[in-house]
């Protein structure tokens, strides 16, 4: 089973923004950040700062916390 280690899923929603939308801001494949969304891929760190600038978060919201993913 994959490891659920962002939140960006969740965040987008909360933002009532689509994947669609934030592959279009950082110039990505729609289907690359719909793996992100998933979990099934991660983006990189750089990746994940310009992921929190476009959505206008802090990029701690992004990631889950480590007690909950160490738990899986």
Same mark, same amino acid.
């Given at each position: 089973? &994959? ?7 969740? %965040?987008?929603?909360? @933002? !009532?923004? &689509?994947?669609?939308?934030? $592959?279009? @801001?950082?110039?990505? *494949? +729609? /289907?690359? +950040?719909?793996?992100? !969304?998933?979990?099934? $891929?991660?983006?990189?760190? $750089? /990746?994940?700062?310009?992921? $929190?600038? !476009?959505?206008? %978060? *802090? &990029? ?9 993913? %160490?738990?899986?």
């Amino acid at each position: 089973m &994959t490891k659920q280690l962002n939140r960006l899923k969740v %965040v987008l929603a909360e @933002q !009532c923004k &689509t994947n669609k939308w934030l $592959a279009e @801001q950082l110039g990505k *494949d +729609v /289907t690359t +950040v719909s793996k992100w !969304c998933t979990n099934k $891929a991660q983006p990189n760190v $750089a /990746t994940l700062v310009e992921i $929190a600038r !476009c959505l206008e %978060v *802090d &990029t701690r919201d992004l990631l889950r916390p480590i007690n909950e993913i %160490v738990g899986e």
